[in-house]
T-cell receptor
């Protein structure tokens, strides 16, 4: 596996379900990100982790709970979501987490539908 | 006013056309300007980046920055059906956090 991978690629869940999204990066980067991409809206930064420590939480509702056990893995735990949470959830990684000008590398995303 | 404005399109052009994609922004601190390309069912990938004002060319692609007007452009010459994708502009300031601010993307369709 190379680059940034995400599983599952598609997820349908009810509002009472609990599910988790997984991201893995094989680039040796130190920073990982969760973004939400909704139709016709800019990418919304949700969380940033640098060296496994959360450095940014962009006022995300508590029904989204991130976890970063190491610099290569990132999870997004979902519970009691709302239909408006349906979107493409993108994971990204970068070498230094925005401390210097750098490129972010994105995974293919998880398409989430909340019924 | 949004920090970065980008017309979502879709923009539909015939093969071989010159395409112009644009973004405007309000934060004069932005210094680094990037264009990402996102194919359907894929994540965004960096296409080009420029620093401050001026032009940068890479093959059929030219990125242009006009800081006085707070306006950036991406030109695609001899457009191909394989260029059909969503193009997102992104930008960061020169200091503080370099996490980019994205536009909402322009959907481009190049038809044969």
């Amino acid at each position: 596996e190379t680059g940034v991978t995400q599983t599952p690629r598609h997820l349908v869940m009810g509002m009472t379900n609990k599910k988790s999204l997984k991201c893995e990066q094989h680039l040796g980067h130190n920073a990982m990100y969760w973004y939400k991409q909704s139709a016709k809206k800019p990418l919304e930064l949700m969380f940033v982790y640098n060296f496994k420590e959360q450095t940014e939480n962009n006022s995300v509702p508590s029904r989204f709970s991130p976890e970063c056990p190491n610099s290569s893995h990132l999870f997004l735990h979902l519970h009691t979501l709302q239909p408006e949470d349906s979107a493409l959830y993108l994971c990204a990684s970068s070498p230094w987490g925005g401390l210097t000008q750098e490129t972010q590398y994105f995974g293919p995303g998880t398409r989430l539908l909340v019924l | 006013q949004k920090e970065v404005e980008q017309d979502p399109g879709p923009l539909s052009v015939p093969e071989g056309a010159i395409v112009s994609l644009n973004c405007t922004y309000s934060n004069s601190a932005f210094q680094y300007f990037m264009w990402y390309r996102q194919y359907s069912r894929k994540g965004p990938e960096l296409l080009m980046y420029t620093y401050s004002s001026g032009n940068k060319e890479d093959g059929r692609f030219t990125a242009q920055v006009d800081k006085s007007s707070k306006y950036i452009s991406l030109f695609i010459r001899d457009s191909q059906p394989s260029d059909s994708a969503t193009y997102l502009c992104a930008m960061t300031p020169s200091g503080g956090s370099y996490i980019p601010t994205f536009g909402r993307g322009t959907s481009l369709i190049v038809h044969p």
